[in-house]
């Protein structure tokens, strides 16, 4: 079974503050995503890479960036939190980058930040 | 980029046949449908994908009409353990999953 784990389930930060999220993947695959998911927004797509320090924008990248230097791992930034990126942060991972691949998801991260 | 269009909630009863419909209305040639299923305190996973007609396996059914324009997912005597938000995808082949959108999703709530 594929496996995506976050460093966090629960977050807690105050405004100002860099925030580092960490998603790890264990099979292998080359794409990785993070989301983040509000009440009535849905699934909104923040960063994707398709490659080890490759990536590219999604939906929502404002205030946000992204790092991924080995595979199984793929890190979101705030670099200066602030209490509108209050969410639940989802990680996903797909073996391959096309839109009909399956996304594998982490349990999420709630961050709040005061 | 195809957009997806779902109800934001629906209720039912343990047993009974719940559809959910998605609407997508542009979407392209190569684009499949895939939803995923959501249950509270965890991440999305995925529950069937489909292109057009029928498509069934042990969890679901997808039903893809011949306009391709709408898409019905199908759970036959629903428990309530199927209480989820379930999202409704279209992406293809040929483009980046990163240009897929998840939509809004809908909320089921099944009950006793």
């Known amino acids: 079974d594929v496996k995506v784990t976050q460093s966090s389930r629960y977050l807690v930060k105050r405004t100002g503050e860099k925030v580092f999220l960490e998603c790890v993947q264990d099979?292998?695959?080359?794409?990785m995503f993070w989301y983040r998911q509000d009440p009535g927004l849905g699934l909104r797509l923040i960063y994707f890479s398709y490659d080890v320090k490759m990536k590219e924008k999604g939906d929502i990248p404002e205030g946000y960036s992204v790092s991924r230097e080995k595979k199984e791992r793929f890190s979101l930034i705030l670099e200066s939190a602030s209490t509108n990126q209050t969410s639940m942060y989802l990680c996903?991972?797909?073996?391959?980058?096309?839109?009909?691949?399956?996304?594998?998801f982490g349990p999420g991260t709630r961050l709040t930040v005061l | 980029l195809a957009k997806t269009t779902q109800p934001i909630s629906m209720d039912s009863y343990e047993g009974q046949e719940v559809n959910i419909t998605c609407s997508h209305n542009?979407?392209?040639?190569?684009?499949?449908i895939t939803w995923y299923q959501q249950f509270p305190s965890q991440g999305p996973r995925f529950i069937i994908q489909g292109y057009k007609t029928k498509v069934t396996n042990e969890v679901a059914s997808l039903f893809i009409p011949a306009d391709r324009k709408s898409s019905t997912l199908s759970l036959p005597r629903v428990s309530l353990s199927d209480t989820a938000v379930y999202y409704c995808?279209?992406?293809?082949?040929?483009?980046?999953?990163?240009?897929?959108?998840f939509g809004d999703g809908t909320t089921l709530t099944v009950k006793p």
């Open positions: 099979m292998d695959h080359e794409n």
């Open positions: 995808l279209v992406g293809d082949r040929g483009t980046n999953a990163g240009k897929s959108t």
């Open positions: 542009n979407i392209a040639t190569n684009d499949y």
């Open positions: 996903a991972s797909s073996l391959g980058g096309q839109g009909t691949d399956t996304q594998y």
